[in-house]
């Protein structure tokens, strides 16, 4: 990528909009769409495929990303050497544990060798018009939407789903693409939850949330008004009850960031874990429901069910852990990988007040997302996330704060960082 060019601590309006990175943002957010389409329509696919599209699309960004700084190659081979520790130790070659966290590094990297906001303005803008379009024709027509789009044929063709699990009730849709109970938002709207480019529900709520919490950081954006409706749609059309409470306490952490020491947020996730173990440890409830307190219960269960070995990653046993990102976390790179990771992200150096006040809602969406999720790691919604996140920080910006961030990360996090 191209320095920032123009007066200090601006950006030139001359300077061309990178086409590459926009691109890969986009392939990230309709490639399964793609695949689902080939596989309706043309030929089957498979696992195989799916995944060659994500390393694709993460080598790509990680090659736009990491640049000339040696850092970010340091970052990543002490990840790289973590991860075939725990393999070796386990012993389980686990490719999927790999991928969830280079997700992260590889999308972050490029938003901030981009160096210009303007990028991850636009991605936002024009993802938010792609997945609200898909979604209003999922709505209008939602048989010619299913005749092309098989949904959960695809997701059988992929192996997520197994034959014997598909329900007569949902049809093509995927299992979550029908609310079983009374829809919350506009009921009149019925059942039918959409699921728009993601294939489900759940990513396209979590993705107008993102869209949200980004317009409501950027305040000089273009078309921002616009962007935080297209993630309010997106929220309305998958009825997503989450969606709209992160959209909630976001805003409250929002005004909140400037005054909230950033050991609170370091420490957040854990004091959220330790209080879900405990709650596993002695709840004698064992009758759940689908909302929030009911997921609350669950998370705290499975967190509970992970042997010692599994906390610290080194179980063999791959349960299925994918409604507690918490749970699946652990699992997956342990107990010390995890606070590795949070830290390098709470303590990645931001150049501007704004960056830790985005910084500090990206914080509350991931830590409540993690109750209820795995899908933090859905590279679905996580490249346009981490692209914003990387370029919030790399973004020196030219606001005035009335209170600077509080508790500065030290010098060594910035060679971490790159």
């Known amino acids: ?67 000339r700084n040696a850092a970010p190659y340091l970052l990543l081979a002490i990840f790289l050497s973590y991860a075939a520790m725990l393999m070796a130790m386990r012993p389980l070659i686990d490719p999927k544990a790999v991928r969830d966290f280079l997700i992260p590094v590889a999308f972050y990297l490029l ?16 993802c938010g018009v792609i997945v609200v379009a898909f979604g209003l024709f999922e709505f209008v027509a939602l048989d010619v939407y299913v005749k092309y789009f098989n949904i959960i044929k695809y ?36 059942p039918h939850r959409a699921s728009s480019v993601f294939l489900e529900p759940v990513s396209t709520g979590n993705f107008g949330a993102i869209l949200y919490i980004w317009a409501l950081n950027r305040p000089e954006m273009a078309k921002r008004w616009l962007t935080m409706a297209a993630g309010l749609a997106a929220i309305v059309l998958s009825d997503s009850r989450f969606g709209a409470n992160v959209c909630i306490v976001a805003t409250v952490a929002y005004f909140a960031a400037p005054i909230t020491p950033r050991f609170v947020w370091l420490a957040a996730p854990f004091i959220l874990l330790s209080g879900f173990a405990v709650y596993g440890f002695i709840s004698a409830e064992v009758k759940w429901e689908n909302n929030f307190a009911g997921r609350m219960l669950w998370t705290a269960r499975l967190i509970t069910s992970l042997s010692p070995a599994a906390v610290f990653g080194l179980s063999p046993d791959k349960p299925f852990l ?14 010390l990988g995890v606070i590795g990771f949070w830290s390098l992200f709470i303590f990645a150096p931001e150049k501007s007040p704004r960056a830790w006040r985005f910084k500090v809602c990206v914080a509350t969406y991931i830590c409540l997302l ?22 919030s920080d790399g973004d020196p910006g030219t606001e005035s704060e009335p209170a600077a961030r509080p508790n500065p990360a030290p010098s060594f996090s910035a060679a971490a960082a790159g």
């Open 1 to 67: 990528m191209t320095p920032r060019a123009g007066s200090a601590g601006g950006i030139d309006p001359a300077r061309p909009m990178p086409i590459l990175p926009l691109a890969l943002l986009i392939g990230a957010l309709t490639f399964n769409l793609a695949l689902c389409f080939i596989n309706t329509n043309v030929v089957g696919i498979n696992d195989t495929m799916v995944m060659g599209c994500e390393v694709v699309l993460v080598a790509t960004a990680l090659y736009l990303g990491l640049g």
């Open 155 to 190: 997701y059988v063709a992929r192996g997520s789903v197994a034959p014997g699990d598909i329900s007569n009730q949902t049809g093509a849709l995927f299992t979550s693409g029908l609310r079983p109970d009374a829809r919350t938002l506009l009921p009149f709207l019925g």
């Open 322 to 335: 994918a409604d507690s990102g918490y749970a699946y976390s652990l699992n997956q790179i342990g107990l």
């Open 111 to 126: 938003g901030k060798s981009c160096d210009d906001p303007r990028v991850a303005d636009r991605a936002a803008w024009l």
């Open 370 to 391: 993690m109750i209820v999720s795995d899908s933090v790691y859905s590279i679905k919604t996580a490249a346009l996330l981490w692209f914003m996140t990387g370029s």
